[in-house]
């Protein structure tokens, strides 16, 4: 049975940057040696609006990379979307705010053994984790090819220094504000027969996730994704974040995707059961 990421702590951790970039802030949080032990995938839960707050819950955020030697130690960023009260408040923070955070929480991506074609495709604030595991898949001699999408150009992000660590980047916007027009698994298809890929990393909404997956099955590439389904505790305990995953004998479980995930395997998943009581 899956349990909460074995490297997990609760810490105290200062905000050392906060800057806006489109329609998110890019956060930068110190966390010390804790950087060794995050992985791409990984993610993280926060306390949010202080000591006599009523939002209990903590707010769940995907690792975009981890830097081990900054001048502040070991440093990661989080690109948050200020959407709901506990996210607003998170972005309103100034430097120096010191956050109550536990981390590194889920499952991370696995990385191919051996150098081989990858897609990554994100979807909104999805690209997130995606530049650290860019990184981590180039370092390893991987050709990364990624795409990105989001319905307006503001909901894109896709920072200059992330494009060092891959060999091409598309964007695609619902509305045509920016990159090609049209939805971000539009070109997925014939990019994974033309470039060969063997994995499809993907990180974004559920139905973006689902519809890669489509292209997937019955092919031989691998779909890694990282899902995103509500989390309320973050750490296993409340069972609001389940989703129906396969085994190998095609028997179905809900697993929970904070622990069992936020990465899975796509092709487990049981996409046409998610959102349903089984
Ligand atoms: C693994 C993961 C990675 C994420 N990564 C990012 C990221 O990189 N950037 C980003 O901007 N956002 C990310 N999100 C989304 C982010 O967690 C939400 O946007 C955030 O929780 C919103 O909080 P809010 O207070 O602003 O919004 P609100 O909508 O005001 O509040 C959301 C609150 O409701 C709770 N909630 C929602 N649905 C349920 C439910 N069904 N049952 C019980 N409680 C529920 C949530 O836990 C949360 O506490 C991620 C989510 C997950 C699960
Ligand atoms: S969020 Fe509580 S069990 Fe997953």
């Known amino acids: 049975m899956a349990t909460i990421n074995k490297a997990a702590v609760q810490i105290r951790a200062t905000l ?14 110190s966390i010390g040696e804790i950087a060794n032990q995050c992985r791409p995938g990984n993610f993280v839960a926060i306390s949010v609006g202080g000591e006599s707050s009523r939002m209990v819950l903590r707010r769940a955020f995907a690792i975009s990379r981890v830097s081990e030697s900054s001048s502040f130690g070991g440093t990661m960023e989080l690109i948050v979307a200020p959407h709901g009260s506990g996210s607003k408040w998170l972005c309103a923070q100034g430097e120096g705010a010191v956050l109550d955070v536990v981390v590194p929480l889920g499952t991370a991506f696995g990385i191919p053994t051996e150098p081989v074609q990858v897609l990554l495709v994100g ?19 991987c050709r990364v090819d990624m795409l990105l ?12 220094e992330g494009k060092r660590a891959v060999n091409s980047l598309r964007i695609f916007t619902e509305d045509g504000s920016m990159g090609q027009l049209g939805r971000v698994t539009d070109p997925i298809k014939s990019l994974i027969e033309d470039l060969d890929i063997a994995v499809v990393y993907s990180c974004g909404p559920m139905p973006m996730l689902a519809a890669i997956n ?18 309320a505790c973050g750490i296993g305990i409340c069972m609001t974040c389940v989703l129906p ?14 622990i069992d995930g936020p990465v899975m395997d796509g092709s487990t998943v049981a996409w046409e059961k998610v959102g349903q009581v089984l």
Do not use: W
């Open 214 to 231: 489509e292209i997937t099955t019955g092919t031989d590439v691998i779909h890694q994704c990282a899902v995103e389904e509500s989390m």
């Open 123 to 141: 979807g909104g604030y999805g690209s997130a984790p995606l530049f650290g595991l860019a990184e981590v898949l180039h370092a390893r001699g």
């Open 16 to 29: 050392v940057g906060n800057k806006r970039v489109g329609q998110y802030h890019q956060l930068i949080i």
């Open 245 to 258: 995953v396969k085994d190998e004998a095609g028997n179905l479980s809900m697993l929970r995707s904070c």
């Open 149 to 160: 999408g989001a319905s307006t150009a503001g909901k894109i992000y896709a920072p200059m």
